[in-house]
């Protein structure tokens, strides 16, 4: 059966309902299910919103149960990927917001904060494939580009490079400042102190090809900094 049918069949309906359990266990699997059929399905994502099950979802990425958290933002994520209608509907709902309030927590699930970096890369990567598009106001909050700045400082690997790709694209977006990030965001000495442990890593053989992927993308980073410092 193709994911597409599972709406024509009445499957959508009832795994949505499956949101409103009781039981978190089983809300985390209705949420699981319904991002797997969204991912990278455009007819399932508009199925799934016209269900309006969205703001349930990003009710449930503020659950006590980091499971039922996780599978909720993934099922977010999912939903408004590449998808015009989804994120507009997204961005009402202040999801720009419940993601800052995830990346500034430095007290939540790694998982989940990764989930949430990378959705705003994804996001400020969509807009710059559609500039006639209008970007949302928060891509330029500047706390919210300081909380993403700051992850970089992270003593996780892996979240520090989902960082650098979410600067990347932030700093390619026309509506963002270069100084918000130099002066507020102070995005250079965070760029020089990841060069500084970055080449401390590079000590460790086991990791050390993908130590230097990271700082490749790290320079490249800075490199697209300081030419729109030039422009601006």
């Known amino acids: 059966m193709?994911?597409?049918?599972?709406?024509?069949?009445?499957?959508?309906?009832?795994?949505?309902?499956?949101?409103?359990?009781?039981?978190?266990?089983?809300?985390?699997?209705?949420?699981w299910i319904l991002g797997k059929a969204s991912q990278n399905n455009p007819i399932v994502q508009q199925q799934v919103l016209e269900l309006q099950v969205l703001s349930k979802l990003m009710k449930m990425v503020k659950s006590d149960s980091v499971e039922e958290a996780n599978k909720a933002l993934y099922a977010v994520s999912a939903l408004i990927r590449n998808n015009a209608a989804s994120q507009e509907k997204f961005y009402a709902e202040a999801g720009g917001w419940m993601l800052h309030d995830?990346?500034?927590?430095?007290?939540?699930?790694?998982?989940?904060?990764?989930?949430?970096?990378?959705?705003?890369?994804?996001?400020?990567a969509y807009q710059l494939e559609n500039v006639d598009r209008d970007g949302p106001p928060f891509f330029n909050?500047?706390?919210?580009l300081k909380s993403v700045v700051d992850l970089t400082a992270s003593p996780d690997?892996?979240?520090?490079?989902k960082a650098l790709v979410a600067i990347r694209s932030f700093l390619q977006l026309r509506i963002t400042e270069a100084i918000?990030?130099?002066?507020?965001?102070?995005?250079?000495?965070?760029?020089?102190?990841?060069?500084?442990?970055?080449?401390?890593?590079?000590?460790?053989?086991?990791?050390r090809d993908y130590v230097m992927d990271v700082e490749t993308l790290r320079i490249?980073?800075?490199q697209i900094f300081h030419k729109k410092l030039v422009k601006q």
Do not use: W
């Open 2 to 31: 193709h994911l597409s049918d599972l709406h024509k069949l009445g499957g959508l309906v009832v795994i949505t309902q499956e949101l409103n359990h009781s039981d978190p266990g089983i809300r985390t699997i209705a949420a």
């Open 102 to 124: 995830i990346l500034r927590n430095a007290n939540l699930d790694i998982r989940l904060r990764k989930k949430a970096v990378l959705l705003l890369a994804d996001l400020a």
């Open 180 to 207: 918000v990030f130099r002066d507020f965001c102070a995005l250079g000495n965070a760029l020089n102190r990841m060069k500084q442990s970055l080449h401390d890593l590079m000590a460790d053989e086991y990791q």
């Open 220 to 222: 490249e980073v800075e």
């Open 157 to 161: 690997l892996d979240l520090q490079e």
């Open 141 to 144: 909050d500047r706390d919210l």
